[in-house]
């Protein structure tokens, strides 16, 4: 923890500040990957059905 703490305070405030930048875009990621599954949930998962029904004829 000390070592974590000596770090954030070597590097100054910009380190903080890309940190809460870089958690915003992680945040908008998983909001678009959520939103992508949520549109072609079904076609997904009919093709992975399609898959599993293919390999076990």
């Not at 945040?27 to 898959?51: A, E, K, P």
């Amino acid at each position: 923890m000390r070592t974590l703490w000596r770090c954030l305070k070597a590097a100054g405030p910009k380190a903080g500040q890309s940190l809460v930048e870089y958690s915003l875009i992680l945040c908008l990621v998983v909001v678009v990957l959520i939103v992508i599954l949520m549109l072609m949930g079904n076609q997904v998962q009919n093709m992975y059905c399609n898959i599993s029904g293919g390999i076990g004829a």
